[in-house]
């Protein structure tokens, strides 16, 4: 589609902010709105429901009735399976609308929303659509005098709170796992990005998930978001989001009725290049595309890079010659590959961190500054510090934004020493042609994903998620299932 013709879509879209509880579009009981502006050029897209504790309660109350007459949950997996795929389907045959939506809402390009988060969202649900009749329960082995049966079943009503830098993939790593396994799924969005999952619910009900399986509910963290995370009638929360609500997120589910509490957190990880890489090139382009990928918004951005000092200026000659492809640009220009950031208060924090590295010494080589203010929207030029110090703020920090930090090191151990040196513990990476080296250092990596010579490894069928403060349990991956079932032993006795 020519870039004009987003722009008049774009206009012509007629956005409708109501919540979605038990099949049906619904304001907030709260009679509450917020305004959700484009962080592109600060337009108003829509109203959009600030719901609260009452339209938690609706929902979860809904979602209750549907899993205890088992409209969903008592359905035959190969029927929940075909439902499922439907809904991917759906999804795919929408991809222009729900891609003009996430842009505009969260300011990323218009060429990845299509490519990467419509087709991503959409493969996961179909992908745990197939895995749910394919999934066997276990027998023990137990004497034979008694028989007994390890089964999963689901664990009831999932509240599922994600942020708004992927927002179609973050909610379909959730309700696809919890949805293909039988629960009933309460949905919170990010206020700063909630219009793609409501279209979502739209497409769910479209395409065979009975009302009040799958609600949303769009809403402020502190009303909405909180008053899901103590509710007493919720059997799990799986969040994603900051380190900093996580916790909080930890405490409530304690605080009510101890419901099993999922966590997906922050990032700060670290990409080690050695001076035997087997390819330079090939990790500048990985070091500098992945940091800028997503404006930078991305929890798993390898925003540490760690070169050994005897190719260190080689490696930021060619990676300065890089940085200029992702100047950002008009987010539904087709060309664009780094759009705005996601609204002003988060532009402003990249930029304070900006700041922070300048005064704390380090060396700013590339951007540093807002761009494109003229347009009415937020955007930050991709911007590289070099002479970067382990202890440093911009070091520490998870800064989410196109900020890359360039550390060096002289031995090995001290680049593992160096990495695993932040509360953090999600991603991170290494190069190296000498492979027992590499498998070394991907051991002692404290984090939840270790590359070797890549950065961009990602599919539907591995585990994601984080050691330390970067989270507990995994997304994706039959893994996940673990997040939203119950493991129950039946003893029978025989003869
Ligand atoms: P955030 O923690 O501010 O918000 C995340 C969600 O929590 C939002 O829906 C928000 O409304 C809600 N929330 C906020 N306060 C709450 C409260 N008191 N009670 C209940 N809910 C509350 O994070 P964000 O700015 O939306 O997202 C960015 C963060 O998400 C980064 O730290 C990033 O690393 C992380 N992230 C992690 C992963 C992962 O898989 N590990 C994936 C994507 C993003």
Known sequence: MADALWHERALALNIDGRAFINGERAWSRTEQQFD?????????????????????????????????????????????????????????QNTAELALLETLDMG???????????GSAANCIRWYGEAVDKVYDEIAPTASSSLALITREPVGVVGAIIPWNYPMI??????????????????????????????????????????????????????AGSALALHMDVDCIAFTG????????????????LKRAWTELGGKSANIVCADCPDLDAAVAAAVGSIYFNQGESCNAPSRLFVEESVKDAFIEKALAMVPRYQPGDPLDEATVMGAIVDEVQMKTVLGYIEAGKHGGAR????????????????????????????????????????LSVLSFSDVQD???????????????????????AIQVARALRAGTVHVNQYDGDD???????????????????????????LKTTWIQIG
């Open 36 to 92: 959700k502006h484009s962080p592109i050029d600060g337009r108003k897209l829509a109203a959009v429901a600030r719901c609260g504790a009452p339209d938690v309660d609706a929902a979860v109350q809904s979602a209750r009735a549907a899993f205890e007459d088992g409209r969903w949950s008592g359905m035959p997996p190969a029927k929940r399976k075909r439902v499922l795929i439907r809904f991917a389907d759906l999804i795919q």
């Open 364 to 403: 700013l080589l590339a951007g540093g500054a807002q761009e494109r203010a003229q347009s009415g929207g937020y955007y930050v030029a991709p911007t590289l510090f070099d002479q970067v110090d382990s202890g440093m703020k911009i070091a520490q920090e998870e800064i989410f934004g196109p900020v």
């Open 108 to 118: 990323k390009p218009i060429k990845y929303s299509q490519s990467v988060d419509v």
């Open 460 to 486: 539907i069928t591995v585990p994601f998620g984080g050691y330390k403060q970067s989270g507990n349990g995994r997304d994706k991956s039959l893994h996940a299932f673990d997040k939203y079932t119950e």
């Open 170 to 223: 973050m909610a379909a790593w959730k309700i696809a796992p919890a949805l293909a396994a039988g629960n009933s799924v309460v949905l919170k969005p990010s206020e700063k990005a909630p219009l793609t999952s409501l279209r979502l619910a739209e497409l769910a009900l479209q395409a065979g998930i009975p009302a009040g399986v799958f609600s949303v509910l769009p809403g402020y963290g502190n009303e």
């Open 415 to 437: 680049a593992v020493k160096q990495a695993n040196a932040t509360p953090y513990g999600l991603q991170a990476a290494v190069w190296s042609a000498d492979m027992s080296k």
């Open 242 to 257: 900051s380190t900093r609500v996580g916790k909080q997120i930890m405490q409530m589910a304690g605080q009510s009725n």
